[in-house]
DNA sequence: TGAAATGTTGGGGCG
DNA sequence: ACGCCCCAACATTTC
């Protein structure tokens, strides 16, 4: 055989279809050496989270199995292992699928120069977005900060890039380098948390496929309305699988519009799913052309907001979920068990945590970094700076949630709540968003003493909303 | 991708 | 029949 070796670097694109630099590599006659790098190093503070961690083992499982076993496994510094890597295999060049985190992009950049001087071919290709951040732009060249035109004026010119078919054949290169295996990253957490994530979720480019078919049979028509019913089966929860890349947004993309073409799907829900996949691209979008918002806000003004720092047991209980607050406690719980929450509950979660009880947006950042199996740098700043209101496009500084209006909205049944939150599951649904209102006669009935079974509400939700729309008024004054 | 306060309207009870 | 009041229901504004 002559072809050459090229490695085919798997970073945040765990997946063989619609794989732009696998596909290229194969176009150039090469023979492919996958590898996979967990390099925590270069990614300091923002070294994955737990459930991240779990979700990535069971991610790098299932693709080492559709590479048949051939994917190197390794961890440490990116460009040192790959360096390394070249010499044990004899490969000509690297090909990888573009990230987008600040950390990566300054990685790569050094990666990139670093081998081309050394004589290796490296080429990158876009494969995690619909229209990647530098083709945006207004028209005076700067960046969008409002989502609604960056949506309609500047993506939508453009249709997103057609997904590629999985490569009929993959040719494998010889060498002799150490395979490693995905034990040796030690991402499964030490404590035993993720049973209920074990049992909510597969993982895997085939289950990416499955989950998404799945929901445009169950849950693609009502979309648009009943996407914020967390106690219904209207959302896609394709978010791990596109964080971790084992389906592209352009295959979601294509394949949802096709579906909704061939099945007579409203266009309000196909467009308004759509358009949850353009919030996606959003994020990445501010995080490539702001960086700093994973830790900055993005609006100066909220730099000297009077956030609490004095009550460190009230982030304990939002944590676990034990607020008193039902919608709220129903989230949270959700969170911990299976790895994930409905998309609404994160904002009435997220209000309550930097609104009612002022605690920084940093704090409700962190948690969710590390206990959400979708943990995505660019999403997850993104929608905290949203919630904060010190974001682009944020909600409005008076927009604070009560959220037991919000439950009673959304979760109409209290379904949701029961689901989660046992304790309060023989509370009839007119009172199950506000035991603390229900009489002792119904409480009783319900099997439930409050501040024994479950909590008095962790704040006076009037009395904080007040307090927030001072704090903000007074950092409103001070710009 | 709010909520609460305030303003307006119109139907019905009633003198 | 009419005016007055009450108060949902809805609309607007304000935070």
């Known amino acids: 055989m002559t072809q050459k070796n090229a490695i085919v670097w798997f970073r945040q694109d765990l997946r063989l279809a619609d794989n732009p630099a696998l596909n290229a590599a194969l176009d150039a006659g090469h023979a492919v050496i ?31 199995d559709d590479l048949r076993e051939h994917l190197i496994i390794r961890q440490g510094d990116a460009a040192s292992v790959i360096q390394a890597l070249i010499e044990d295999t004899g490969a000509v060049a690297v090909y990888w699928n573009r990230c987008y985190e600040p950390w990566r992009i300054k990685r790569d950049e050094a990666i990139k120069s670093g081998l081309k001087d050394n004589g290796i071919d490296v080429e990158s290709f876009d494969g995690s977005m619909l229209w990647e951040p530098w083709q945006v732009l207004k028209d005076d060249e700067t960046p969008y900060r409002v989502f ?29 380098a150490v395979m490693g295996h995905v034990d040796d990253l030690a991402l499964m957490p030490d404590i035993q948390w993720y049973d209920g994530m074990a049992a909510f979720w597969d993982v895997g480019e085939d289950a990416a496929h499955k989950r998404l078919q799945d929901f445009l049979e169950g849950g693609l028509k009502g979309y648009k309305d009943d996407r914020n019913r967390p106690d219904m089966e209207n959302v896609s929860r394709m978010s791990p699988y596109l964080r971790h890349g084992e389906i592209s ?8 519009k096709e579906y909704a073409a061939a099945n007579n799907i409203p266009d309000k829900d196909i467009d308004h799913y759509c358009s949850e996949l353009g919030w996606r691209e959003f994020s990445y979008y501010l995080l490539f052309h702001f960086p700093k918002i994973t830790w900055d806000n993005l609006q100066d003004k909220f730099d000297d907001f009077p956030w609490d720092e004095s009550d460190s047991e009230e982030l304990k209980r939002w944590q676990d979920g034990q607020t008193g607050i039902p919608i709220v406690d129903a989230g949270m719980r959700q969170l911990y068990e299976t790895g994930w929450m409905h998309n609404r509950v994160r904002m009435i979660v997220g209000s309550l945590l930097v609104k009612n009880l002022l605690i920084h947006w940093h704090k409700g950042e962190e948690w969710f970094w590390d206990t959400l199996v979708d943990a995505d740098l660019a999403s997850n700043s993104a929608s905290w700076q949203w919630v904060a209101g010190s974001g682009a496009d944020a909600a409005p500084y008076f927009r604070i949630f009560n959220p037991l209006l919000q439950g009673e909205k959304f979760d109409p049944n209290g379904d949701y709540v029961r ?10 649904k007119e009172f199950i968003h506000k035991p603390w209102e229900a009489g002792p006669l119904i409480l009783q009935s319900a099997g439930v003493k409050l501040g024994e079974d479950y909590p008095e509400p962790i704040v006076d939700l009037k009395e904080s909303r007040e307090r927030a729309l001072d704090a903000l008024q007074s950092t409103k004054q001070s710009d």
């Open 34 to 64: 996958p590898v996979y790098i967990l390099d925590d190093e270069n990614a300091a503070e923002w070294k994955l989270g737990g459930a991240t961690r779990w979700w990535l083992h069971q991610s790098l499982t299932s693709l080492q």
């Open 419 to 428: 689901r989660y939150v046992p304790e309060l599951k023989d509370m009839p």
């Open 249 to 256: 947004p352009n295959q979601v993309w294509h394949i949802a």
């Open 148 to 176: 609604t035109p960056y949506y309609r004026k500047g993506c939508a010119k453009s249709e997103p890039r057609k997904p590629l078919d999985r490569p009929d054949r993959i040719t494998y290169g010889d060498h002799d």
